[in-house]
């Protein structure tokens, strides 16, 4: 599985699951889970687009992950935020749905559209993904006080000048971004499984967000990492492997957090 | 009068045998939607009814290896994962959505797999579309008494827990102290979601089902404050958008590019997507009058 | 440490029949930790009594425990001299979920206090309504009877929610925190409906509170709850320093003034308050030296 052609996976897999750990990290603690979850779905109605219309993909993906991010923000100031996501998200599907109907060849690019690809970035691609996905590692990074501050406190972050308004939409855009550059790799229906599981276990298992952020990222890759061996060696869809994984990384997270402050309680005598 | 009538409704519309058994399982699909969902929204569930939808999917998939009405598969799994949600259920909404996340993430996984096998060792190609996309009409006037087997009961939970239902949603404990067994309550009405998802899954496909569940429940919620006539008007508004997409489905056979029909999993969610940027409208516009 | 803390018209075996509500040696046990420690009291009928304590003493387990809702590590309550209470007690919790969202009106409320735990849906029956509407009056609610309930103010959904449990017609009405999130004139507002309500609709009050000030015109009893374990009595036999300094286990200072009492206890060089009145603080300093007091003497403890 390290042959020359499967390098180019590894890369993409490995890039891709940077920017799932960082960005993963807040949504699990803004709470934003289904957000997570809408966005790569309406993605996927832009890529069907974009391949209707025989443009790059990427690009057709990116567009809708964007207007989907945007459109979920601009409704849920008017309507409740899980309703709001639903409806927007439905409506990307159904458009997706609809432009599947006008393409004839497309069960298979449904499939690893929806579910992932593990040889999904072309070669000639890696190279704006990882600058990309670099934009949007460094943004996290860079933001990451105002942004931990105004998903923790938002009251308290309003009156240190940081307008919860404005974080909450770079937010929205990372978000985008994220899930547009990971979507081909891991699939739309299992980019938040990468984005949620890994983040939500380390955060049970360490007490610093930054150390809780960096966990996170390691648990991504080695999660991503995993999902390429076994779907290389079973030919089974990678999408298996990285819903499986998400689901082991959070129960094994909780499991070790549980143990811990049993532990704990039994040392200190109750 | 008539040339209106032409218009919307295509020639032999009336006469075809799918469209009726379209305009019966999708109704009666849209009936339970409605009432389900509205007291779905009303709890805050929204994202438990996707996890249950897209759970749903993992059973079609297992249903088409198993080549069994996709129905079965979705209504088993539904309820199945209704159940498992409910056992690992967390009180805090942040965590509950969390746990949903990831059970779905499997589940989906686990769909991926299935659909994989469908592909390769059965000779359904469009099992993939039909589960996550609908196939309204194509699914045979068979369905029709499954539809009814699984739509009726959902209702009577909704029926018969209606009071419980309200009051432990207002106030857990409240309710508790009244002896009102809210876990249970609680249980029961996930599992008439799981029901009521997996029959919209039938119609809509299973990814459009979320709409179904929670479109005609929010337009109907800012139209009435009252929980009866919600209940009453989200399953109205569920109904009539279903037969206006069955409608629109049939006569966009002769639309371009395909000439194939447009989806009417697109039409469906179209209308009650549009309706609910309607209802909000009006719903600011009333407010701003007094 | 058991301290029983009963001054007077604690529960004596005799007596218990008489009154609406006993609550006897009740212990809680939770985590590790002792939440309620052999808590005596009881409230007779007609009789509004303030569960006072701050925030932590354990005030809304007590309730719990009232209501079966939290099972007991030591003792017992009964209610009406028996020990389920369904369908005697009304309970007012201190937070509802308030999405404006919910498609339920006040009347709708109100109305599941009258059947909210049975199955199947409402018969729409005059005489429903009826009642309903003669329960909104006696709150003075009818104004807002057909509002969401999640877009009423504080005041509002409290006047509501205890209309929901006063429908039912109980012999006991628990209230949790009702005035927390009140302004001064609601919460003015609010006590005089209950003290209403207590004559006129014979029915005994409990209400838990962390500022006893509010409610020392209208209180006929207080039992005081501090470090799980409580004392209680009129307010005269309880708010002194005697008793509560042997409550607290160490010596804490009563101060009178204005016509408002302040309870006072001492940590490290200064002084900090334990219960007092919160209006006292300056509006919009949320002023809760009160529970950080509180919980540094149970560190010490």
């Not at chain 2, 399982?25 to 389900?36: E, I």
């Amino acid at each position: 599985m390290f042959e020359p052609f499967m390098v180019n996976a590894w890369v993409t897999a490995s890039i891709v699951a940077v920017i799932a750990g960082v960005v993963g990290f807040f949504v699990v603690l803004r709470g934003a889970a289904f957000v997570a979850d809408a966005v790569p779905q309406g993605a996927f109605a832009g890529a069907a687009g974009a391949s209707l219309l025989g443009i790059n993909t990427l690009v057709g993906l990116g567009l809708f992950a964007l207007a989907g991010s945007l459109g979920i923000g601009w409704l849920s100031r008017r309507a409740r935020r899980d309703v709001a996501t639903a409806l927007v998200l439905v409506l990307m599907l159904g458009l997706g749905a609809l432009f599947l109907s006008f393409t004839v060849e497309y069960s298979s690019e449904i499939f690893s559209l929806l579910f992932g690809e593990v040889l999904g970035v072309s070669t000639t691609e890696i190279l704006p993904v990882a600058i990309l996905g670099a934009v949007c590692v460094l943004a996290v990074l860079l933001l990451f006080r105002p942004m931990l501050m105004s998903s923790l406190a938002p009251e308290s972050s309003a009156a240190a000048g940081i307008s919860t308004a404005r974080m909450e939409l770079i937010f929205l855009v990372i978000v985008a971004l994220a899930t547009s550059l990971t979507l081909p790799v891991v699939g739309a229906l299992l980019i938040f499984s990468l984005m949620i599981g890994p983040p939500a276990a380390a955060r049970s298992l360490a007490a610093s967000p930054m150390a809780a952020m960096g966990l996170s990222v390691v648990l991504a890759v080695v999660t991503v990492w995993v999902a390429i061996a076994a779907s290389f060696e079973t030919n089974w869809p990678i999408g298996f492997f990285v819903g499986a994984g998400g689901a082991v990384c959070y129960a094994a997270g909780r499991l070790l957090a549980w143990w811990c402050t049993s532990r704990n309680r039994r040392v200190s005598g109750s | 009068m008539s040339s209106v009538f032409r218009l919307l409704f295509a020639p032999g519309f009336f006469a075809s045998s799918p469209v009726h058994v379209a305009l019966v399982a999708g109704g009666m699909a849209a009936l339970v939607s409605g009432v389900v969902g509205t007291f779905t929204v009303l709890r805050g569930q929204s994202y438990s009814g996707h996890a249950l939808a897209d759970l749903a999917v993992t059973g079609g998939s297992a249903s088409f290896l198993a080549s069994i009405s996709p129905l079965w598969g979705f209504a088993g799994t539904g309820v199945i994962a209704a159940g498992i949600m409910d056992m690992i259920g967390i009180r805090r909404p942040r965590g509950r959505d969390l746990a949903t996340g990831i059970v779905r993430g499997a589940g989906l996984g686990l769909a991926a797999l299935f659909l994989y096998w469908d592909t390769t060792s059965t000779s359904t190609t469009g099992a993939a579309v039909t589960i996550l996309f609908g196939s309204m009409f194509t699914i045979g006037s068979n369905a029709v008494p499954l539809v009814v087997g699984f739509g009726v009961p959902a209702l009577a939970v909704i029926a018969i827990l209606y009071r419980p239902l309200l009051l432990s949603s207002v106030s857990a404990d409240v309710a508790a102290a009244r002896g009102v067994r809210v876990r249970l309550t609680g249980l029961a009405c996930l599992m008439a979601i799981a029901l009521a998802v997996s029959l919209a899954a039938v119609t809509v496909g299973a990814i459009l089902s979320t709409a179904l569940l929670v479109g005609p429940a929010a337009i109907a919620l800012r139209l009435t404050s009252s929980p009866g006539r919600a209940t009453v008007a989200a399953a109205v508004i569920a109904v009539a958008m279903t037969w206006l997409g069955v409608v629109l489905a049939y006569d966009s056979f002769t639309w371009p590019p395909s000439h194939d029909g447009w989806p009417v999993s697109f039409f469906i969610v179209t209308l009650i997507f549009v309706g609910f940027i309607g209802a909000q409208l009006t719903g600011r516009a009333r407010r701003v009058n007094g | 440490m058991a301290v029983t803390m009963a001054v007077s018209d604690s529960a004596q075996p005799g007596e218990i029949s008489g009154q609406v509500l006993a609550v006897e040696g009740v212990s809680v046990q939770l985590a590790g930790r002792q939440i309620l420690d052999n808590v005596c009291f009881a409230v007779g009928p007609g009789e509004l009594v303030g569960l006072i304590g701050s925030n932590g003493a354990g005030k809304t387990t007590l309730l719990r425990v009232i209501l079966g809702l939290q099972p007991v590590t030591g003792g017992r309550v009964s209610i009406g001299g028996r020990a389920k209470g369904r369908g005697l007690v009304g309970y007012v919790p201190q937070k509802i979920q308030l999405d404006p969202d919910m498609p339920v009106r006040a009347r709708d409320l109100v109305g599941l206090g009258l059947d909210g735990n049975r199955l199947g849906i409402p018969f729409p029956s005059r005489q429903r309504r009826l009642r309903v509407d003669e329960m909104l009056e006696a709150v003075d609610a009818t104004r807002f009877a057909n509002q969401r309930v999640g877009n009423l103010s504080g005041g509002e959904q409290q006047r509501v929610m205890i209309a929901h449990a006063l429908i039912s017609q109980p012999k006991l009405l628990l209230l949790d925190e009702p005035l927390a999130n009140l302004d001064i004139g609601s919460a003015q507002e609010i006590i005089s409906l209950l003290a209403k309500i207590t004559q006129r609709q014979q029915v005994s009050v409990l209400i838990s509170a962390h500022e006893m000030n509010p409610l020392l015109p209208v209180m006929d009893r207080v039992v005081y709850l501090a470090a799980g374990r409580a004392a209680s009595g009129t307010t005269e036999e309880v708010i002194r320093e005697d008793v509560l300094s042997a409550l607290y286990g160490h010596h804490v200072d009563v101060l009178h003034g204005h016509g408002r009492v302040l309870v006072v206890g001492h940590a490290g060089d200064g002084f900090e308050i334990l219960a007092g009145d919160e209006t006292a603080a300056a509006p919009g300093h949320p002023d809760h030296s009160a529970d950080g007091a509180l919980s540094g003497l149970e560190i010490q403890q």
